[in-house]
């Protein structure tokens, strides 16, 4: 399902230099990709696209559809990377993949929790840790949810859900290795001298690879 269409011309002129002249005319440049197609560079107005980039989380999820200006035919995309101004932290320029919506694809979805507020550890004074903000899942490009739902309404303290806890909408599959952690609830005392303990146990190794290797030169 197309979410969102977006109005681009053909970029002709590529290089550096033209690409920062493309900025400064407030515009942003792009590539297609993919399909089994020849790369089409392109050129968008950089107000529009940065509105609903800023504005619509859902926009780095969404099938696309781009119109290029002169050209026949519609590309239905996902954005697929974004370069980003390291001190604006603003779109410097996009790349979009060609997909089709039977195609199986590989993204990262934001997880969003659900009736905290109502989460029998919290209410006990827990705290609920997000461990993992996104999850790298795979599915139909037509299907591609705006994010993870993770209801807590049932969590108590000192809980502990990891991805196999969690029921996943049908035809989506989280890639992973182990069974890793996604959130916890625990007391905000208990969370801080676990990190102590880690920052203790890391600290020590430190120490005694310096030592080690502090030895090491002494034999040398």
């Given at each position: 399902?197309?979410e969102y269409?977006?109005?681009?011309?053909?970029?002709?002129?590529?290089?550096?230099?033209?690409?920062?002249?493309?900025?400064r005319a407030?515009?942003l440049?792009?590539?297609?990709?993919?399909?089994?197609k020849?790369?089409?560079?392109?050129?968008?107005?950089?107000?529009?696209?940065?509105?609903?980039?800023?504005?619509?989380?859902?926009?780095y999820t969404?099938?696309?559809?781009?119109?290029?200006?002169g050209k026949?035919?519609?590309?239905?995309?996902?954005?697929k990377d974004?370069?980003?101004?390291s001190i604006?932290?603003?779109?410097?320029?996009?790349?979009?993949f060609?997909v089709?919506?039977s195609?199986?694809?590989?993204v990262?979805?934001?997880?969003?929790?659900l009736?905290v507020?109502?989460?029998?550890?919290?209410?006990?004074?827990?705290?609920l840790?997000?461990?993992?903000?996104?999850?790298?899942i795979?599915c139909?490009?037509?299907a591609?949810?705006?994010?993870v739902?993770?209801d807590?309404?049932?969590?108590?303290?000192?809980q502990?859900?990891?991805?196999?806890?969690?029921?996943?909408?049908?035809g989506?599959?989280v890639?992973?290795?182990v069974?890793?952690?996604v959130?916890?609830?625990?007391?905000?005392k208990r969370?801080?001298?676990?990190?102590?303990?880690?920052?203790?146990?890391?600290?020590?190794?430190?120490?005694?690879?310096?030592?080690?290797?502090?030895?090491?030169?002494?034999?040398a």
């Open positions: 399902m197309i269409v977006l109005e681009a011309e053909l970029r002709e002129d590529l290089g550096k230099a033209n690409t920062r002249r493309l900025r407030g515009k440049p792009g590539i297609i990709y993919g399909g089994g020849p790369d089409l560079p392109i050129i968008l107005d950089y107000n529009a696209t940065a509105k609903i980039m800023l504005r619509d989380e859902a926009f969404s099938m696309i559809e781009i119109k290029v200006k026949r035919g519609k590309n239905t995309v996902l954005l974004t370069q980003w101004d604006y932290d603003t779109p410097m320029h996009l790349d979009f060609r089709s919506g195609d199986s694809v590989t990262s979805v934001p997880v969003h929790t009736n507020e109502d989460c029998p550890g919290v209410k006990a004074g827990g705290q840790s997000v461990i993992r903000h996104e999850l790298e795979t139909r490009a037509d591609i949810p705006d994010n739902e993770i807590c309404a049932a969590f108590e303290l000192d502990i859900v990891h991805i196999d806890d969690i029921q996943l909408p049908d989506m599959e890639i992973r290795d069974n890793f952690t959130l916890s609830i625990v007391e905000p969370m801080e001298e676990s990190t102590a303990t880690d920052e203790a146990v890391e600290g020590d190794a430190a120490a005694t690879d310096e030592a080690a290797k502090a030895e090491g030169n002494k034999e």
